[in-house]
């Protein structure tokens, strides 16, 4: 009876203080709701594929972090704290999409190589956008990505992003992200930026420096 439940304890006591320092939220001008963001995209003016790069730009200013430190909250609870993954941002950046006008659909690669990091395989979700009849590939990764130039290559099957997707490959993240985090406690180091890292800011200028996105 002892070891049946051992080992749910130390998982316990393993996860609850990952998650109990997880960093707090992101303070930015930049609007922390769907239909904010859609607002001060309309505000821009622009119209056609101009558009949807500035959905991307708004987006990506939404989310100043990459974090899987907090892969288990909503797209929209993300957005509110401004950080997140691929699977919060780039539903957000979806939604903001469909709110300008244009047709999306989600997707998902279990392995995709790019973000400045040729050698690293990682999977990724992002956004097919319908621009002009053409349906193109769309991420808010960073605020220098534009339609149909994700800063990424798919290497595997492009596959629709279902919720059991999206719970499936969080469950899977949470070992590694347990591990690093404890890692970096124990060893007095900084938790790798691919658990938590600020982006780039557009242009190239650094924040703070920010790894493989998943």
């Known amino acids: 009876m002892k070891l049946r439940w051992t080992l749910p304890l130390l998982v316990g006591a ?55 430190w907090h892969l288990t909250e909503t797209p929209h609870a993300s957005l509110r704290a401004h950080r997140g993954w691929s699977h919060q941002y780039n539903t957000v950046l979806a939604q903001v999409l469909r709110g300008v006008g244009f047709h999306t659909r989600l997707v998902h690669a279990a392995r995709v190589r790019g973000f400045g990091y040729p050698w690293w395989l990682a999977g990724h979700s992002w956004v097919k956008v319908t621009v002009d009849g053409r349906e193109l590939d769309a991420c808010a990764s960073s605020a220098d990505s534009t339609v149909g130039n994700p800063p990424f290559i798919p290497i595997t099957s492009e596959l629709p992003l279902r919720t059991v997707t999206r719970w499936g490959v969080g469950a899977a993240l949470v070992p590694f992200v347990v591990v690093e985090v404890w890692r970096a406690w124990l060893s007095g180091q900084e938790v790798a930026p691919w658990v938590y890292g600020e982006k780039p800011e557009a242009g190239g200028g650094a924040r703070g420096g920010e790894s493989v996105r998943t």
């Not at 303070?27 to 119209?47: E, F, K, Q």
């Open 14 to 68: 393993a996860l609850a203080p990952v998650w109990a320092m997880a960093p707090p939220p992101i303070r930015t001008l930049v609007p922390d709701t769907v239909d904010g963001l859609v607002a001060r995209c309309r505000a821009s003016g622009l119209a056609g594929r101009a558009l949807a790069d500035e959905a991307i730009r708004v987006v990506a200013e939404a989310y100043p972090a990459h974090s899987l």
